[in-house]
């Protein structure tokens, strides 16, 4: 079975971008242009993995986490942050807040399959 990515990001390149890398390599993947929409859409559609900005309008990408790590369908959900806010204190508060991974842009592709493909696996290993 191949693992669906959510992808949510604001900028429509940057949803390009990750959603061609990630198909390339061979997972399915699902775009939200906000937190809400990427709500709406794990309820549609589900998601084995969400790869998140953190700087968006309405809803950004730590309350998403937030909010998806207090409910119980999805507090399990890796939840890898690619954003461009690179100090200490956004990395920290990820952490906190359950983010599983941190990236940060500009990144390559590689590190991006890369850091996937880690969190799919630990999710799938007993």
């Not at 709406?40 to 950004?60: H, R, S, T, Y």
């Not at 409910?71 to 399990?76: A, I, L, N, T, V």
């Not at 991006?112 to 007993?126: A, T």
Request: hydrophobic residues 40%; charged residues 30%; negative net charge.
């Amino acid at each position: 079975m191949t693992a669906r990515i959510l992808i949510v990001d604001d900028e429509p390149h940057m949803v390009r971008l990750a959603s061609y890398i990630l198909e390339r390599a061979g997972y399915e993947v699902s775009q939200a242009n906000s937190g809400r929409e990427a709500l709406v859409c794990l309820e549609a559609e589900g998601a084995d993995l969400v790869l998140c900005d953190i700087m968006m309008p309405g809803m950004d990408g730590f309350e998403l986490v937030r909010v998806l790590r207090a409910d119980p369908r999805w507090q399990d959900l890796p939840v890898v942050m690619l954003t461009s806010l690179g100090q200490e204190r956004d990395l920290t508060k990820a952490e906190e807040l359950g983010a599983d991974g941190y990236l940060t842009k500009p990144c390559s592709s590689r590190q991006i399959v890369r850091e996937v493909q880690r969190h799919l696996e630990r999710r799938s290993s007993p």
